[in-house]
């Protein structure tokens, strides 16, 4: 085995005065927010002179790892640290952590090194000393590959939410808000200024849900309809008469609201195809995923699947992707004509040449690994401007969209929020299982939605 691949954990009769080690790190972000999760509060400033918490723990950290690692190394104990701190690193600089015997106790068995860490042009962060105790003998141990730590934060969402606050709050009829989350949901979209709703129901049934929750209905207006399919008409025929932007499902099923929706003469519809789309947020993925259809078209056929992707294409530009880039997924990345995923893929990509399909780079069909994974698609020999970094995955029916977006949720430790596209108003399409929270980032996209379909934009 090649040395760098070896740790080696020196004895004490290995050790002199004046033995350095260093080693030097680029502070990212993460390397922060993991530090500010370790310590269990946020990585913010600090009043006055000092250094927070979780840089402490950070700057220490790192010479931890050099006196585990290279001195004394494995084997050995760390038996104390004094370190004063004396400047707070920035954010992507080059610190450099310096380790150097000062002496060695050959009775105790123990050494004191003089530790170090050093900023941009050398200014001094920390400085003091470290003690530990060598290994009794000479130990060497593989280097281990180091794990991959996932933050489950969601950055995207929190932008998403805060953009929707700073718009006008959008009047929404919410159908059959009856239950705890889909009464709490609108009612949290109103305290954070995304939403202004109008609740559509049974108001002895909403009442109850208000004071079971321990929320107060004031200011909000209520319409009276005494079934979930009354409901669900009143909360659309608001929006036919302009009297509300959008609508929103509480709690009845979702083909009692779709069906009020999609209704010739009285819906919502609009001149394509409705679709839905989840809004993704995978802490481990750098950007918002929209994944469609995953609740709405069962089994669409080409022409639906056109529909679908251009509404997406519209929600994406909406959220300010000026030309987002769709992956068709298939179940594989080569066109088979047995497999009608791949053959639609294909064609959609022709019509996106030739304009059918507007305003996005399209390709397709990539399976999942090489649409997400651009380590994957090399191994495949597959060139695309669009494998690892798609916007948009755009999947071969609802069954495929539906487990798409339920791993990334259950496996991923992902945020989602859904909207129904392609109506003549957004339509915040939630599960009846959805928490409070998911339902105020589905308000959110739909605000954001709204805002562009008044500025020209969409169907």
Not at 65 to 90: R, S
Not at 207 to 224: K, P, Q, R, Y
Not at 437 to 457: D, E, P, T, Y
Request: aromatic share 2%.
């Amino acid at each position: 085995m090649d040395g760098s691949d070896l740790l080696c954990g020196r004895p004490a009769e290995e050790l002199h005065p004046g033995l350095r080690v260093s080693t030097t790190r680029r502070l990212a972000l993460h390397h922060l927010d993991l530090a500010a999760a370790l310590v269990g509060v946020p990585a913010t400033a600090i009043n006055g002179p000092g250094v927070s918490t979780d840089t402490a723990l950070l700057l220490e950290a790192m010479l931890s790892q050099l006196a585990a690692q290279e001195l004394p190394g494995p084997g050995g104990a760390l038996l104390g640290i004094q370190l004063t701190l004396q400047a707070a690193p920035e954010l992507e600089e080059e610190l450099t952590a310096t380790l150097e015997v000062l002496a060695v106790n050959r009775e105790s068995g123990s050494v004191l090194l003089a530790a170090g860490i050093t900023g941009h042009g050398g200014r001094i962060l920390a400085h003091g000393n470290l003690t530990a105790r060598p290994p009794a003998t000479l130990v060497e141990v593989p280097r281990p590959e180091r794990p991959a730590i996932l933050l489950q934060q969601h950055r995207h969402m929190d932008a998403l939410l805060a953009r929707a606050a700073a718009l006008p709050p959008m009047t929404t009829a919410v159908a059959w808000p009856c239950d705890h989350d889909s009464l709490l949901g609108p009612l949290e979209a109103a305290r954070l200024g995304i939403m202004q709703p109008v609740l559509v129901g049974r108001a002895d049934a909403i009442d109850a849900a208000a004071t079971a929750a321990g929320a107060s209905l004031g200011g909000i207006e209520i319409v009276e309809a005494a079934t979930p399919q009354d409901a669900a008409r009143l909360a659309v025929s608001l929006v036919r008469e302009g009297r509300a932007d959008a609508v929103m499902k509480g709690s009845l099923h979702t083909d009692e609201l779709m069906a009020a929706v999609v209704a010739r003469d009285t819906g919502l519809r609009g001149a394509r195809r409705v679709s839905h789309v989840f809004l993704i947020d995978v802490p481990s993925y750098p950007k918002p995923l929209l994944v469609t259809d995953a609740a709405i078209n069962i089994a669409p056929d080409l022409m639906a699947k056109a529909d679908i992707l251009q509404n997406a294409i519209e929600f994406a530009q909406a959220l300010g992707i000026a030309r987002p880039k769709a992956a068709i997924l298939a179940a594989v990345e080569t066109v088979n004509v047995k497999m009608q995923a791949t053959m639609d893929a294909a064609m959609l990509c022709k019509m996106a040449d030739r304009g059918q399909v507007r305003g996005a780079i399209v390709d397709g069909p990539l399976a999942f690994d090489n649409a997400i994974s651009l380590a994957a698609a090399r191994i495949k020999q597959i060139g695309s401007p669009v494998a690892g970094d798609p916007d948009i995955l755009l999947c071969p029916d609802l069954e495929a969209g539906n487990m798409v977006a339920k791993q990334l949720a259950y496996l991923a430790h992902a945020e989602a929020a859904g909207l129904v596209l392609g109506a003549r108003a957004p339509v915040i399409l939630t599960s009846r299982s959805d928490s409070a929270a998911a339902r105020v980032a589905s308000a959110a996209m739909a605000s954001i939605f709204a805002q562009s379909l008044k500025g020209g934009r969409g169907a």
